[in-house]
């Protein structure tokens, strides 16, 4: 028996291929155990040599094919009900550190996208990897706060490994380690994305939502996180914005209100790599304390907690950004680099 073929059968999900690899690997058992039709379709999977083939093509893409049958199979996906029968994998699989999986709207403001890329590369830099599902918005800006703090991220796919969606983060996915429990060829599908958000879950320590709309898929991922005993974080919004409905209801319903990179890391147990602070002197110095205290502030609130003027603000603000310390946010608004 190939246990890739049975993976590569269309009528052999994941359960029955667990009830299939039972078997003595004949198609009198195969037979036996889920039936003659799907015996003579695993049998006309193989006449065609689909296995094989799937074998070649992930080797000439540098994917490597774990199955449910191996030792190198994670074991917390293992444990899911409706495990991926077999895994492709390029780069790494997470390692045995501490993952979060970030998770939100694809449709994300400008400070969500902000506030993730910056909390994730804090993560980064204290070791945490990043596991989140490649799609535009939030889960772009947590593999790319990641990727600056030369951590590791890994992308779950809605797709083959070689379909990469959206288009414009192939170059994005070129840089980090991606995971699909699709074989190749397989286009993004809208059913697909839940059996992704379900492997993100089990993968990961805990789940930060950072903004979700009420029907966001990432509240899919935080029911997965749920089921599995695994922690929900969430970022709180503004009650009147619709994208933030979804994990400010998380909250109410007891999800681990999150502020900041520290708060992730102490719901992981984890302790924070600090930076030491800056050498500043005079109006620059506290012109940083007030950006560290007011984050996303506009240059006439700094102006008010400094005593400055707005246009000795703007021009330190320049210096600052010039040191990497000040970063422009749209809507003019300066946050710490």
């Known amino acids: 028996m190939d246990p890739l073929a049975l993976v590569l059968t269309p009528q052999i999900g994941p359960k029955r291929l667990q009830i299939a690899?039972?078997?003595?690997g004949s198609s009198e058992s195969l037979a036996h155990l889920l039936g003659s039709e799907i015996a003579r379709a695993y049998q006309q999977t193989l006449k065609e040599q689909k296995a094989q083939q799937?074998?070649?093509?992930?080797?000439?893409?540098?994917?490597?094919?774990?199955?449910l049958w191996e030792e190198?199979?994670?074991e917390a996906l293992r444990q899911l009900d409706s495990p991926p029968g077999a895994l492709w994998l390029k780069g790494e699989l997470p390692p045995s550190g501490p993952q979060i999986g970030i998770v939100g709207t694809r449709k994300a403001s400008p400070w969500a996208l902000h506030w993730t890329q910056?909390?994730?590369?804090?993560?980064?830099?204290?070791?945490?990897?990043?596991?989140?599902?490649?799609?535009?918005?939030?889960?772009t800006a947590a593999h790319?706060?990641?990727?600056?703090?030369?951590g590791y991220t890994l992308g779950v796919l809605g797709s083959a490994i070689d379909r990469v969606y959206p288009a414009e983060n192939r170059r994005l996915a070129?840089?980090?380690?991606?995971?699909?429990?699709?074989?190749?060829?397989?286009p993004p599908q809208p059913e697909l994305f839940p059996r992704r958000n379900r492997i993100i879950a089990a993968l990961?320590?805990?789940?930060?939502?950072?903004?979700?709309?009420?029907?966001?898929?990432?509240?899919?991922?935080?029911?997965?996180?749920?089921?599995?005993?695994r922690d929900v974080l969430a970022v709180p919004g503004r009650p009147a914005d619709p994208q933030s409905v979804g994990t400010n209801r998380l909250i109410q319903d007891g999800a681990?209100?999150?502020?900041?990179?520290?708060?992730?890391?102490?719901?992981?147990?984890?302790?924070?790599?600090?930076?030491?602070?800056?050498?500043?002197?005079?109006?620059?110095?506290?012109l940083y304390r007030a950006l560290l205290e007011l984050p996303m502030a506009l240059p006439e609130d700094l102006a008010k907690t400094t005593d400055l003027s707005v246009p000795e603000v703007l021009s330190l603000l320049t210096m600052l950004e010039l040191k990497g310390l000040a970063q422009a946010l749209p809507g003019g608004r300066y946050s710490p680099g």
Do not use: C, N, W
């Open 144 to 150: 790319q706060g990641a990727l600056e703090a030369g």
């Open 118 to 139: 910056k909390v994730a590369q804090e993560l980064g830099q204290s070791g945490v990897g990043v596991i989140s599902g490649l799609a535009r918005g939030i889960d």
């Open 204 to 229: 990961s320590r805990a789940i930060l939502v950072v903004e979700a709309g009420e029907k966001s898929g990432a509240l899919i991922t935080s029911r997965f996180a749920l089921e599995l005993g």
């Open 54 to 67: 799937e074998r070649e093509k992930a080797q000439a893409l540098g994917v490597h094919i774990i199955g």
């Open 256 to 286: 681990g209100l999150v502020l900041s990179a520290e708060d992730v890391l102490g719901a992981l147990g984890v302790s924070a790599v600090r930076r030491a602070p800056p050498e500043l002197e005079g109006p620059e110095a506290r």
């Open 174 to 186: 070129e840089r980090m380690s991606l995971l699909s429990e699709f074989p190749l060829g397989t």
């Open 21 to 24: 690899l039972r078997g003595d």
């Open 72 to 74: 190198g199979y994670p």
